[in-house]
């Protein structure tokens, strides 16, 4: 099992970034596709970035690419979401979300809901216009 915790949520101007971060506790001595989804109010919760192991890969929803970049530092066992350039339409909970993998492939990315079996319970990020 792993336990997921988000941090790094708030209030931000629309221009400007947060740095989101998912500390993850439990058996994280095994391999792991790490993601970030968000879900606003009224809409379906949609996949935002996710990362392979220690970063064999990164990819991204179109929606996001060149604004935000997700990272990992295993020593910490802590995934992050830097997000700049925000817009309004980036509020949102944002969720971290792990899976764990037998081998870090890049042949493989993982952007739907149900490829991941732990979830974290959110962070609210709101961008004022």
């Known amino acids: 099992q792993v336990q997921l915790v988000e941090s790094g949520g708030g209030l931000v101007q629309a221009g400007g970034s947060l740095r989101l971060s998912c500390a993850a506790s439990g058996r994280t001595s095994s391999d792991y596709a790490m993601g970030w989804f968000r879900q606003a109010p009224g809409k379906e919760r949609e996949f935002v970035a996710g990362?392979?192991?220690?970063?064999?890969?990164?990819y991204y929803a179109d929606s996001v690419k060149g604004r935000f970049t997700i990272s990992k530092v295993n020593a910490k066992n802590t995934v992050y979401l830097q997000m700049n350039s925000l817009k309004p339409e980036d509020a949102a909970v944002y969720y971290c979300?792990?899976?764990?993998?037998?081998?870090?492939?890049?042949?493989?990315?993982?952007?739907?809901?149900?490829?991941?079996?732990?979830w974290g319970h959110g962070t609210q990020v709101t961008v004022s216009s």
């Open positions: 990362i392979i192991c220690d970063g064999t890969s990164t």
């Open positions: 979300s792990a899976r764990r993998l037998m081998v870090c492939s890049r042949s493989y990315y993982y952007a739907g809901e149900s490829d991941y079996a732990y």
